[in-house]
């Protein structure tokens, strides 16, 4: 069976993201791509890279141009996402990759994001855990998605199991990631020019204002916190793409170290896409770039008390246009790993 | 007054840094090079970018070849410098930038280095804070400076003005570094191949393992501290050189966000070296390329009850060889920022 | 139908992408993976970016070990191949990624390779032109295969339409290529070390000494030159793969452009693996990225008399390990574009 | 003596190299710095590398405020020195970085540029070989001077010599050169933001459209050439600066080797800052990073009848700012080599 596709915010990164896996889906056909000031160019001269889609053109993001298809993705900024949806069929399969639909509480958004509410749409990330059990449960069926900020996923994945397990303190968390500039969008700003970003690391949103961390906060809820704190930081550093999360928390006293591994193997031991790797090793982003894949290290500190998380993560694929499609899978009874690479290419 | 050197080590990064800053020194007269593999090549085979020292040729590193100047700057593998420096004369200035002279704790060195330990120098940091004061105090008219590790001096620096004004606790501290491969030196390992390290992140001795990490306690020890716990974390980044740390800390219940900044800009209000960005800035490393330079960003993350100190520094330059140089200033009576850039290479 | 399927040299930058790519293939089956140093291994330690494989362990290479697949791909260092084929049977489709069967002049080899002879094989350019036909009439039903240089298949392919059409002259042909590092293969030399890198450009075999010369002169002969000179300029960049070839040549007096163009347009108007894009358009390695395809952009200096063919290729992916797998397929009788990527990882 | 200095566009990369340079120099005194959209910041907060310069605000580009100095230096969008200079005193040495007073030919002008003529001045390059003698005679107490395009003395000052000489000729040329991002400007495009140039090598102004063509021919005309032809390509490469120029032109039949590279000795044996690298070395960008120096490593190809001359420069250094300060020296009767880095910053 195939599913006919439009594709919203086709000239972006996270766009152009998603026409490249969807292209290589077996049963997604992509029939419109839309865009706001490229449209009407052949998507070729924007994404020239998407060779196997060089006979679409953008069209402008309209209601009209989106309806009619079984599954819309829609990568616009922030804020957009909620004036398009409210025109769109409720039969239709909804995918927003944007922050519109993440956040459960109203004032998380008034707080970091502020500008209308949308309310939230089932979270599309399948692997973390919900209450004893995953989030993949809660997406089967469904017909809104909200697809999950890539740093918010990546951390909240690092760290759930051992909230769920009881083997880690939710308080006094911190995570540190190392970014590459892609996951700030195709957006012309000084900070962002290659001369600025290349042969050097800096660090943004520091300090607690990070959008993300509502977020974080509300998937380690969701896997049994009561009382989490975080300090998080992003360092833009010069790859294009990837996420390496380096995200600590202090160990319940008394846990052995064995305890500790334990909660991560056991919860993603029979994962495809989140894997966690043998004791002492530690993932690259190379490993997993263009792939739909996270891998985690772990090691315990005794000395500081603190489980640190490695985690590496492709921003745009698994950290968000994968974890779109995956969900869509999901949400369709499509096989969930359909046309999703877990290889990732490197060097 | 002109000093004669040698320096050896020549032919690796440090060494190559140290030549760098001294060929602009107006007081120092490099007289002697000194490497292992690469003795009896010109020095500009080996470092083609020091074009002023092209009619230097590398010998061999031996007590004989270093012995005769006023001053000997080492950059050899760790381990290594203690054979040398027994044999030259106890007037002579040595300043050593391996590890083997900077643990004052003999079991620290057995924990993390192992070997014969030669015990400590005078630790060259000029700024840190020291009981009340600051170690450059304890640098005047010294014979033997141990150089400090790039990271150990980038973290202790980035938070002893807060253990020393007791705003922040040092109990918990975490501690995330992207750092630039010329930091492990000119060493040929698979990890350190530029295919491997190009368009990629990834982190090592992660969960307590790293070397540096009794040093920085030592620092920590130093400006007051009593009961010192660090989660320390490198990340390898694509930059050649270049640190940028993130260190947090919590802060001391009831202390306000103002006392904590307060802190901060009274320990290095009059440094030249080290400073302190205005409330809402933070560092690129691109902005202390070349120089001997560290500047620093704090945030007040209150929810989270952590301060953020993001610090960016050279590792060859402020964290290696400008460091030795300014110390060794400092040792000699020389005006202490003689010869040492303040402005960095950017973009 | 599935073919047995062994790879030696499975733990270098060519075997990883050949096995990456063979993943992805529907039609292969890949049971042996052999290696030297790193035999005993699991693959997932030394390639972790292929999950999909890790129930694979590398073993020696050797001909007991290669032996009973229908097919095996040899990635291994220039001079070795001939010594492990000679012991595989006659009917196993052998695809030789190193150069020890590329040349067809004995001369050429002696004066470029040296050390033992042993024969050239069909050559893995499936669309090269060949006599006014195209290379992969000269492919199916063969057993033995010579996949290409990086670099002389890219040039190669960038001028033979020219030639072919009497449009280009094939003397005082100029090509510099941007080149990244993983073409140079897994090897500890300090050239290649990412601090040497990173930052910087450095050109490598300048003068007439690069290896691929002869090649392209063969490649380009065969496309009707008879009289070829190539001034051939290798630039190393900071990208871990890719290579961006710029070739001129002179046009033939009185031709006109679009007599030029139409040239190209006319050799690969009707690949699926190497475009010409629109005038005026000029291909990025990062369109190219993983992907089995080539990019061409062209353009007329009249003022100069040249033609300017800037080409866009991934060295490992259709420079290498893409260019061998398309050719297996057309051997083996399976549609030549089975299991490869056309799009590339972008941004 | 101390010469007061102006610096307009001091927000820019050229802006910013040329006030770290200033900065060092023992000379030169930086009174007021200028800019546009950024007026009225403190350059600290724009050049955030310049610490030694954090006492200066950036005030509007206006003849007012560059009036009253010695020396002033612009560094503006092409066409915009013209309206400036005319408003400035005659006896103030007025340095332009722009391309408005580089052409010779007002039909060149036009052809490639286009807008108001403004008449040339003495071209900014000491060491160009002009009718028997070198360029720096010119510069010798005069008060207008236009400071190179950084492409474009790069290639003149690579085959200069082989044309003065008569060993090489000037028709047929083919220059390629690997480019970083910041000779492009601080400009909000596209195709210069990070996730654009990270990991990719792309070309522009192909086919002989690039403006510093008719600068090159020129510098040619003036070493000897009457007849130049050039192809010249430039690819944009992930540094941030520097070039490496693959430069070759045919050899005159019946040259040799050795009186080819006779020429390039003659030429720059006694230089400080352009410097013939003995045969077989080549040299990388890193090596003159930051520095105003110019390395040329040089190879006689005789099957292909061309040298090749691989040039490496850093755009920002010796290609504009430091070109500009050593033409300044020159012209002020200051000792030319005053306050100019001739060692890069490698690794």
Same sequence: chains 1, 2, 3, 4.
Avoid at 228 to 255: D, E, K, Q, Y
Wanted: charged share 15%; proline share 5%.
């Amino acid at each position: 069976m195939s599913f006919s596709v439009a594709v919203a915010g086709a000239s972006g990164y996270a766009g152009g993201e998603l026409l490249r896996l969807l292209a290589a889906h077996p049963q997604f056909d992509i029939r419109t791509v839309t865009a706001h000031s490229t449209a009407g160019q052949p998507l070729a001269s924007v994404q020239p890279h998407l060779r196997s889609l060089a006979h679409l053109t953008l069209t402008e993001t309209t209601p009209e141009n989106l309806s009619g298809h079984d599954v819309v993705f829609l990568a616009l900024p922030h804020g957009k996402s909620g004036e398009v949806t409210a025109q769109l069929d409720e039969n239709t399969l909804v995918v927003d990759c944007g922050a519109d639909h993440r956040l459960t509480s109203e004032a998380d958004w008034a707080a970091f994001y502020g500008g209308d509410y949308f309310g939230a749409w089932a979270y599309g990330v399948p692997e973390l855990l919900v209450a004893g059990s995953k989030q993949r449960k809660h997406l089967a069926g469904v017909r809104r998605i909200a697809a999950p900020g890539c740093n918010a996923s990546t951390v909240a994945l690092s760290l759930a199991p051992g909230i769920a397990a009881g083997v880690i303190e939710a308080a006094d968390i911190v995570s540190v990631l190392a970014v590459g500039p892609s996951g700030a969008g195709k957006a012309l700003k000084t900070n962002l020019l290659a001369a600025e970003i290349l042969g050097s690391a800096n660090s943004y949103a520091v300090g607690g204002t990070h959008r993300h961390i509502p977020e974080i906060a509300q998937g380690l809820r969701g896997a049994g916190a009561t009382d989490v704190s975080i300090s998080f930081t992003p360092v833009l550093v010069p790859m294009s793409r990837g996420i390496l999360a380096t995200s600590t928390a202090r160990i319940v006293p008394g846990t052995s170290a064995d305890a500790v591994r334990a909660a991560w193997q056991n919860a993603y031991g029979d994962e495809t896409f989140v894997q966690l790797l043998p004791a002492g090793e530690f993932p690259r982003t190379a490993d997993v770039l263009g792939a739909n894949t996270m891998l985690m290290g772990l090691a315990v500190d005794e000395a500081a008390g603190r489980v640190v998380v490695v985690t590496a993560v492709d921003n745009l694929a698994k950290g968000t246009a994968g974890a779109a499609i995956q969900s869509a899978n999901i949400a369709l009874g499509i096989e969930e790993s359909t046309g999703l690479p877990v290889n990732g290419v490197a060097p």
